[in-house]
């Protein structure tokens, strides 16, 4: 198993968060990972994204080009930018929300969650980055969800320890918003 | 016999490599007095620049670190990071503290370096053959300004202290000359200050010291004091610009 | 210890201080900005000092004073800022001081980007300062053999009384990877001629790179070009992969190496044998690897994130015995695996 993931969207919507989380729920479980970022000027409000590697062998090239087995596209212009990344036969989750067009894409399997409107029934906007998460491993199997919670205990502690229900919530929610038919 | 006079033990038995006339081996001299009157010979660590006095390490009797042209302060800075229970001096001249060490040695006031720098301006560049320095008087020749300094081409005079006392870390800043016997009992005292106010843990302090440089000037060394008194005191004044304020 | 999820970069200073280092000087610039920042929350800690200099020659400078001091001292930059430090590698090369100095390079001339590149080559390896000196230069390709390479470059400074390079790019310092920490006890060397005080038992001692006679200065020279010797000897690292029948040997260093063995995966699956020399020491450059070559190799291939630097290297080495070819990517373009299969089949007429 080796699973190439793409998370992009806006600065402030959490993309860096969903990628890490990931890579140490991978590194609980004893996979092979790594997280790469973008930076500099990209990251100054711009559009910002991470490329995650999960993977039961040893890792090669870190930088997913044009081989991501999936995209996590959180706002229009991450969906534009990196749909052309993905493999045929890959999937990509498009946030809904704020993403009112469908992929040009007729080769890999889409995914359409209203991620912000979910997170903001929850009363949060912030977690609309935890909602996606969850959609994507209900769909996406890297890790299990229980590695992803174990990690918000690992993550999120001292004044943070609060913000663990309403993130376990998002996951929850996210993962029912998907029927996989 | 009676001993009338005694060399400081903070200097090397090395002979001085100085021109005839220049003031640069007076300066040494009342450093090292300062540092063995002081009794700090044992712990102190110096830095010497790139210039005429480019062998200082070689006279003064101490540890010492050969910097690049410019960077003495960076260095002290270092050394005195490793060291603080150590006294820390750099010893340089105009074109290395004045002109391509502009941004260390602002810098290392800026951060109250508790370092104590000696900063002998001739106003002019010796050890190269006698260019125009920062610091070169408006009309005097240099080789690289053979019709005088010209103002218009390449600015006035660069003052160093008056600059250095306007920033909060420098706390003391004095302007002395080495051209009379008077002037230089002032400027020992002066450099023997400043390295108390380091030893108090005070800041940053500097002696700028008015000297001479008879070959590039082209006098005679009796003539190279005069033109000093004449020339660069109206320029440069001497005193005290800043000291901790329990000595006003 | 357990695996810990970190950023190269802070990596790089926790990896530091566990060798001991106390002190460290030096100025912003992307992409290494998280070592400073590391650096400036964890040495107060223990009692270091981390000071955030004027500039990046000042910042050199610090570290010459320090290192002539006798502590673990090092300075991280970028490119740009690196080429400014040049004058006080020199220095510190030239008065024997150890250090440590990490450059996570991005692409250049000039400003040139932020993104990743292996352009620094030249500047690293070719002893980017004036004079007749060369240090070593570390290529992790990883973050766990960042960590590793780290504290074995501070043993390898004290040891040799040299400053040590350990060069990263972007990739390496931004991504995050899992890593161990060994427990590994820093080299104890004796540093008898530091500056630190006479105390009026000893003579003075100069830190000193000027050697005014000319003919002690050829002295001085020859004492460091054994040194050197020394260090291509014993300090030389390498990591050789699938050569034993490879038609085509690929040499890269870095994370570019790690593009290059899913190329060979790749290559392999089409029936073409590739092999790889990755040099970990840039400097001392493994020459000895391209000794050992299997009579299926044709051809040599230098892969870089430049426009061809290593390559000269690499043409040293295989001496004339094979053609050398070269594939790269510049200026933040990062080689892709299939990229380099294209270019392999393309030397072997199996496009």
């Known amino acids: 198993m080796q699973e190439r993931a793409i998370f992009a969207g806006f600065g402030g919507q959490g993309v860096m968060s969903m990628g890490k989380l990931l890579t140490y729920a991978g590194m609980i479980e004893g996979k092979e990972v790594s997280w790469l970022p973008s930076y500099g000027p990209e990251m100054r409000g711009g559009t910002a994204n991470c490329h995650v590697t999960v993977s039961d062998a040893a890792i090669g090239s870190p930088v997913i080009t044009n081989d991501a087995t999936c995209l996590i596209a959180m706002n229009l212009p991450s969906l534009v930018k990196f749909e052309g990344d993905v493999v045929a036969?890959?999937?990509?989750?498009?946030?809904?929300?704020?993403?009112?067009?469908?992929?040009?894409?007729?080769?890999?399997?889409?995914?359409?969650?209203?991620?912000?409107?979910?997170?903001?029934?929850?009363?949060?906007?912030?977690?609309?980055?935890?909602?996606?998460?969850?959609?994507?491993?209900?769909?996406?199997?890297?890790?299990?969800?229980?590695?992803?919670?174990?990690?918000?205990?690992k993550l999120f502690t001292g004044a943070k320890e609060k913000l663990i229900p309403m993130n376990e919530e998002a996951l929850k929610r996210g993962a029912d918003s998907i029927v996989i038919a | 016999m009676a001993v009338v006079f005694q060399k400081t033990k903070g200097l090397t038995d090395k002979p001085f490599s100085y021109c005839p006339g220049c003031t640069h081996g007076i300066i040494h001299r009342l450093v090292a007095e300062s540092l063995e009157e002081l009794g700090l010979l044992d712990e102190v660590i110096g830095v010497a620049p790139v210039g005429c006095s480019v062998f200082a390490y070689e006279f003064f009797n101490c540890d010492m670190h050969e910097a690049a042209h410019g960077r003495a302060p960076a260095v002290a800075t270092g050394i005195k990071r490793v060291h603080p229970d150590h006294p820390v001096f750099t010893y340089q001249g105009d074109g290395d503290l004045a002109s391509i060490g502009t941004a260390e040695i602002?810098?290392?006031?800026?951060r109250g370096e508790k370092i104590t720098t000696i900063f002998v301006n001739n106003a002019i560049y010796g050890m190269t053959g006698g260019q125009m320095a920062p610091t070169t008087l408006v009309g005097q020749k240099a080789t690289t300004a053979p019709y005088g300094r010209d103002a218009a081409l390449c600015g006035n005079p660069i003052r160093i202290s008056e600059m250095l006392a306007t920033i909060d870390g420098a706390v003391f800043v004095e302007r002395v000359a080495v051209n009379t016997p008077a002037n230089i009992r002032k400027a020992k005292k002066a450099i023997k200050r400043a390295f108390e106010v380091q030893l108090q843990g005070l800041g940053f302090g500097i002696v700028e010291v008015l000297s001479t440089c008879p070959t590039n000037w082209g006098l005679t060394p009796v003539e190279s004091l005069e033109w000093l008194e004449k020339n660069m005191i109206p320029y440069y004044p001497l005193g005290n610009f800043k000291s901790p304020k329990e000595e006003k | 210890m357990a695996k810990v999820l970190m950023k190269g970069n802070e990596a790089i200073g926790a990896a530091a201080i566990k060798a001991g280092c106390k002190y460290f000087f030096g100025y912003p610039i992307t992409p290494q900005n998280e070592i400073p920042e590391y650096m400036?929350?964890?040495?107060?800690?223990?009692?270091?000092v981390f000071l955030q200099a004027e500039s990046e020659i000042a910042a050199i400078n610090m570290v010459y004073g320090a290192a002539g001091c006798g502590v673990r001292v090092m300075t991280s930059s970028s490119s740009p800022g690196i080429a400014l430090k040049q004058e006080g590698i020199s220095y510190i090369a030239g008065a024997e001081l150890p250090c440590v100095i990490v450059n996570i390079s991005r692409g250049g001339?000039?400003?040139?980007?932020?993104?990743?590149?292996?352009?620094d080559y030249y500047q690293s390896t070719r002893g980017g300062g004036n004079g007749d000196y060369f240090h070593p230069v570390y290529a992790p390709a990883s973050i766990q053999e960042t960590v590793d390479l780290m504290q074995e470059a501070f043993d390898v400074a004290d040891k040799y009384r040299t400053p040590v390079m350990v060069l990263g790019d972007g990739m390496i310092g931004q991504m995050m990877e899992?890593?161990?920490f060994f427990e590994r006890e820093p080299l104890k060397v004796e540093k008898p001629w530091a500056t630190n005080g006479t105390k009026g038992k000893r003579k003075p001692n100069i830190i000193n790179s000027?050697?005014?006679?000319?003919?002690?200065?050829?002295?001085?020279?020859?004492?460091?070009?054994?040194?050197?010797?020394?260090?291509?000897?014993?300090?030389?690292?390498?990591?050789?992969f699938n050569m034993e029948a490879a038609e085509v040997v690929c040499v890269a260093y870095g994370t570019t190496a790690r593009i290059v063995k899913n190329a060979i995966e790749n290559c392999k699956k089409e029936g073409i044998e590739v092999g790889l020399i990755r040099p970990i020491t840039l400097w001392p450059f493994p020459e000895a690897a391209f000794d050992e070559i299997s009579d299926t190799t044709k051809v040599f291939l230098s892969v870089e994130m430049s426009m061809g630097q290593m390559i000269d290297d690499v043409k040293i080495a295989v001496a004339g015995r094979r053609p050398v070819e070269f594939y790269g990517r510049s200026g933040g373009m990062i080689p892709t695996p299939e990229g380099v299969v294209q270019k392999i089949k393309s030397i072997l007429g199996r496009e």
Do not use: C, W
């Open chain 3, 210 to 240: 000027l050697f005014i006679d000319p003919q002690a200065l050829e002295d001085h020279n020859h004492r460091l070009e054994e040194k050197f010797e020394l260090m291509k000897k014993n300090e030389t690292r390498v990591e050789t």
């Open chain 2, 106 to 110: 602002v810098h290392v006031a800026h």
């Open chain 3, 109 to 119: 001339p000039g400003l040139g980007s932020i993104q990743p590149a292996q352009s």
């Open chain 1, 89 to 153: 036969g890959g999937v990509i989750f498009i946030n809904s929300t704020l993403i009112d067009i469908k992929t040009d894409r007729d080769d890999v399997h889409a995914y359409y969650v209203p991620a912000n409107d979910i997170a903001n029934d929850l009363g949060n906007l912030k977690v609309a980055n935890m909602v996606m998460l969850g959609a994507y491993l209900k769909v996406m199997h890297p890790v299990k969800e229980e590695s992803v919670v174990e990690t918000f205990h």
């Open chain 3, 40 to 48: 400036s929350r964890e040495l107060p800690k223990v009692g270091g």
């Open chain 3, 178 to 180: 899992p890593v161990e």
